[in-house]
């Protein structure tokens, strides 16, 4: 299993958009220009996007962690977006209602279960509203980068660590 990638490059801050579909183009692109994904990643998470919706309302703020199949994926990472204004994203479950989402956490694991790993993390992290606040404020992504490893634990994922 490949370690983890994570550091400031992908962590784009007020990234502007009017669309769901144009938030993960500007999050994928970055992605494919660091080499992380493939180009077929892009299209892959906007269909998975409409398919099946990753908006969650949370405490204070909505948040999106929009993912897809691992055979889009050259290296594990995980991809923050503070959005510049909220973007409508479906709420999972419940596709036909939307909630404005302010945070885009997308993944892109090489692997199911540690896709499944790290959502588990990413929950607890979106049940602290306090924390979430915090990213969304926050202009340094040095310091969102600690903030995430340390809430996110990466060095659980077998071996997996931050680049």
Known sequence: MTDIYFDESIILLDVEGTTKEEILTRMGQNLVEKELVKESFIPAIIDRETEFATGLPTAGLSVAI????????????????????????????????????????????????????????????FQNEETLHYLVKQTDKSAIKQLLEEKLNFTQFEGGQSS
């Open 66 to 125: 929009p993912h897809t199949d691992v055979e889009h994926v050259k290296r594990k990472t995980i991809s923050i977006a503070v959005l510049k204004n909220e973007v409508d994203f479906g709420i999972m479950g419940d596709e036909s209602e939307t909630t404005p989402v302010k945070l885009v956490f997308m993944l892109a694991m090489d692997e199911a279960h540690s896709q499944l790993s790290l959502l588990q993390k990413l929950m607890e992290v």
